[in-house]
């Protein structure tokens, strides 16, 4: 955990979180409504969004930049 966290990583957590939120609302508003085939082509809308931050919390673990740091300093 050297270095800095890659400014792709910063723009693809933002990326998925608002993405995440804004299709969740949707489905959750459209539910209530009840438009049923709005509502699942919205959950299927959140799940490209829910990939994207997997990929991206992977790729931070996999390059350092999060995670347990595999040499502890010694004080």
């Given at each position: ?30 539910a209530l ?18 990939g994207l ?23």
């Amino acid at each position: 955990m050297n270095t800095g966290i890659s400014p792709f990583v910063v723009a693809g957590r933002i990326l998925a979180v608002i993405g995440m939120g804004l299709t969740a609302a949707v489905a959750i508003l459209l539910a209530l409504v009840p438009e049923w085939l709005w509502a699942g082509l919205a959950v299927l809308a959140f799940l490209p969004f829910l990939g994207l931050i997997v990929l991206v919390e992977r790729y931070s673990v996999r390059h350092g930049l999060i995670g347990v740091d595999s040499s502890p300093s010694r004080d």
